[in-house]
């Protein structure tokens, strides 16, 4: 059905894109995993391009630290405590009508990634975005598209430096041709260590926008590079990845997608958040967060919203425990996993 496109009227005179690349946009669906630095650049851009269908992935609450750099966020999302892809599936709302974004309020891991990326409402994607900030993750949205068929558009950002790069299953390399396997902890400098630079960020979020219309639009002008920069000194290159695919590859050609079919972590430190998550055995685990509400009122200070329950833990001064729908839970406070499990236990249960 013909809709009116007078919105993009000077996205539409591109000839990129044009009106029948435009209709192709208002019926296309992009994952966008990660909704902090990078994937709120990416998913206000989709948002106002018109990608009828958004996914938004992420295990986050919005707090003060993050508006320096979040551009979907503002102070009352922070003092509100809002998870991030409920914050932003609100404020892309006000954005654009002619787009629905669904939030998954999750962690992604081997256990649910097929099943949240896939089959969810909106059904399966025309691209991955990488909005995240550890290679766990990337290497395993790498599996996922490989497995699928599914373009992902990679980048990370630290400092003032950035980088991006374009994975089409079939098409070229894939993410563990180019960089083979996580780099070990400790190695690579993060966010906490070395900062973050707002427009750093920016740019390269940009250019992963860019690239996803332009697979999302059937163009051929899809980069085949990765690029790196520097916000700061103005740095810029491109290497050549046409001719970067392993053939030894364990992914793209052994077909072993190691990273989608390891055990879930239990718990893992949060990047410069003093703070660790911890997941629940199994899959699919439900908290009734009433029942979880009522039981903690003894313990501190209560809260309650539709998407966790948060209590101050007054025999723990300065740690507080959130805990989702799903049963993850952010125990903040804290820096040590086997500390944060044991008060999952205790306070949650087994």
Not at 148 to 164: C, D, K, L, S
Not at 233 to 259: K, Q, W
Not at 317 to 335: C, H, N, Y
Request: proline share 6%.
């Amino acid at each position: 059905m013909e809709r009116d496109l007078s919105r993009y009227a000077r996205q539409t005179v591109l000839p990129g894109i044009g009106r029948a690349g435009q209709q192709r946009l208002l019926d296309a669906h992009a994952a966008i995993v990660g909704c902090g630095t990078l994937g709120c650049v990416i998913a206000d851009q989709l948002c106002r391009a018109g990608v009828g269908r958004l996914t938004i992935v992420d295990r986050d609450l919005v707090e003060p630290g993050n508006l320096q750099r979040q551009v979907l966020f503002d102070q009352a999302d922070a003092d509100a405590r809002l998870p991030k892809a409920e914050a932003a599936r609100t404020r892309l709302a006000e954005i654009n009508p002619d787009v629905r974004t669904e939030a998954v309020i999750a962690d992604l891991r081997p256990s649910n990634a097929e099943r949240v990326i896939l089959d969810g409402p909106h059904g399966r994607p025309g691209v991955i975005l990488d909005g995240t900030d550890n290679f766990e993750t990337r290497f395993l949205l790498n599996d996922l598209s490989v497995k699928h068929t599914v373009p992902y558009v990679y980048a990370g950002v630290v400092g003032t430096r950035a980088m991006r790069a374009v994975f089409r299953p079939g098409v070229g390399p894939c993410l563990r041709c180019v960089f083979d396997r996580p780099p070990a902890p400790g190695s690579q400098p993060t966010c906490e260590t070395a900062g973050v630079l707002a427009p750093a960020a920016a740019m390269i979020g940009a250019m992963q926008a860019a690239e996803a219309i332009k697979l999302l639009v059937g163009s051929d002008a899809v980069a085949t590079g990765l690029v790196e920069l520097d916000a700061w000194t103005g740095m810029h290159r491109s290497v050549d990845l046409t001719r970067s695919a392993d053939p030894a590859c364990p992914c793209c050609v052994g077909r072993v997608f190691e990273h989608l079919e390891a055990p879930d972590p239990d718990a893992a430190a949060l990047c410069g958040r003093n703070a660790v998550q911890v997941m629940p055995a199994g899959n699919g685990h439900r908290i009734d967060l009433d029942t979880l509400a009522a039981a903690l009122q003894g313990v501190g200070a209560v809260s309650r919203t539709p998407f966790m329950v948060r209590a101050g833990l007054d025999e723990h001064p300065g740690v507080t425990l959130s805990v989702f729908r799903d049963g993850r839970a952010v125990i903040e406070g804290v820096e040590d996993t086997s500390r944060a499990r044991a008060l999952y236990a205790r306070y949650v249960g087994a």
